[in-house]
């Protein structure tokens, strides 16, 4: 018995280290790859954080601007800030400024989206989307007559 | 059991240095893998403190504006005492530029020095009205200043003195960070106007810019930045983490020209 402890103990071979260090290397790599998922967590954050403040005022616009409803409709699809008029201007100075600030690479994407829905004169539907249209909001209001 | 020790021969020279190879890349890895947690850590803190900073700045901005001109007083056509939007002295909001404060930067940190101050009044309740100021102090926090009208008509900015515990002070809102405050107003046609001409608005517009409280965790090198606040370019180069965003506001209780 006690020869057969000798026998086998013969430490580990070359190839052994060599998959040991692979397997080593993967679960590093897989916790790195969480720290910059975590990163990439705190951008979105800051993301729906502005759109919550953008969706807000819109919002607020239309509540209080009732008699000017029909001039907020807005359908931009794209990362063109191009206002109809100049209350319009006002929304998309806005997201100009808060979106695509710090211009050096755009943070307006395609599939990116800014709408104002109206519909009667009445009712309201905002979406405002970032992230490449992965990050949505909606809200939505009806005049009450 | 004499045989396992005589069979127990040790380990070879190379076994040793392949060993010292495997665990000096271990613990390298653990090293790297440390710094990597260290900073991506720091950072986040840096990010989702600059994000809080400026949801509580401006949350707490756009409660004051909203409740601007609000009074709790006898109505002036019913014989009271008349809170008229934007005469000289009692405006219901008051937009400053560069008044109270020089701006001197802080270590590190841009100095602006084109910075506004918005002030706003309204009726906290039947006894009491107050006025609120927020500037950017010279150590980079957004700080509001609340003070009382001890006078029953409240028409001139000497009436507002004390807040509640007899000091004129300013308060720290949100954290050391603000690099830029500005308030933009809007008439009822969406035209910006000058902040003289704060009596036919309709709209305010407030954004704030917010930098890192520490330096260099999430840019390693220095890094160009550029942000446009309302009329105004901020372009800095450093490793400090910014983010700005901004609240249109409308003041529900101001009877402007409207």
């Not at chain 1, 679960?27 to 975590?38: K, P």
């Not at chain 1, 990163?39 to 616009?61: C, H, I, Q, W, Y």
């Not at chain 2, 450093?238 to 249109?248: E, H, I, K, T, Y």
Request: proline share 2%.
């Amino acid at each position: 018995m006690s020869k057969k402890v000798g026998l086998v103990n013969k430490g580990i071979s070359l190839v052994e280290a060599l998959v040991s260090i692979v397997v080593l290397t993967v679960g590093i790599v897989s916790v790195l790859q969480l720290s910059v998922y975590a990163v990439r967590t705190a951008d979105v954050s800051l993301e729906k954080t502005k759109v919550n403040f953008l969706s807000e005022m819109m919002m607020e616009t239309l509540v209080v601007n009732q008699s000017n409803l029909q001039n907020y409709q807005l359908n931009i699809n794209d990362c063109n800030y191009k206002p109809s008029n100049d209350l319009q201007k006002i929304w998309t100075e806005t997201y100009k400024n808060v979106l695509d600030t710090n211009t050096k690479t755009t943070r307006c994407l395609p599939g990116d989206k800014k709408l104002a829905t109206i519909t009667n004169n009445t009712n309201a539907s905002i979406n405002l989307s970032v992230g490449g249209g992965k990050q949505n909001k909606f809200l939505g209001f009806s005049k009450i007559e | 059991m004499n045989n396992f020790f005589k069979n127990n021969k040790g380990l070879t020279l190379v076994e040793i240095l392949v060993a010292s190879v495997i665990g000096s890349m271990t613990v390298a890895a653990i090293y790297f893998s440390y710094g990597v947690f260290s900073s991506t850590y720091l950072g986040i803190v840096a990010k989702v403190q600059v994000s809080k900073d400026i949801r509580n700045a401006l949350t707490v901005i756009t409660k004051d504006v909203r409740l601007a001109g609000y009074t709790s007083k006898i109505p002036p056509q019913s014989g009271g005492i008349s809170f008229a939007p934007f005469t000289t002295m009692n405006n219901k909001i008051i937009i400053r530029k560069n008044t109270y404060f020089n701006a001197n930067s802080s270590p590190g940190r841009y100095q602006t020095g084109v910075n506004d101050v918005l002030e706003v009044i309204y009726d906290r309740d039947r006894s009491t009205r107050v006025r609120v100021s927020y500037a950017q102090s010279n150590d980079g926090f957004l700080k509001k200043r609340l003070s009382r009208c001890l006078n029953a008509d409240c028409l001139n900015d000497n009436d507002y003195i004390f807040n509640e515990t007899g000091f004129y002070d300013y308060q720290p809102i949100a954290g050391q960070g603000l690099e830029a405050f500005k308030v933009v107003v809007f008439n009822s046609s969406g035209t910006q106007i000058d902040h003289s001409q704060a009596n036919q608005a309709q709209f305010i517009r407030v954004s704030v810019l917010y930098s890192s409280a520490n330096n260099g965790e999430l840019h390693k090198t220095s890094q160009e930045q550029t942000f446009r606040v309302e009329d105004y370019t901020f372009s800095k180069t450093d490793r400090f983490f910014r983010d700005m965003a901004s609240v249109l506001i409308y003041p529900r209780n101001i009877q402007p020209t409207r």
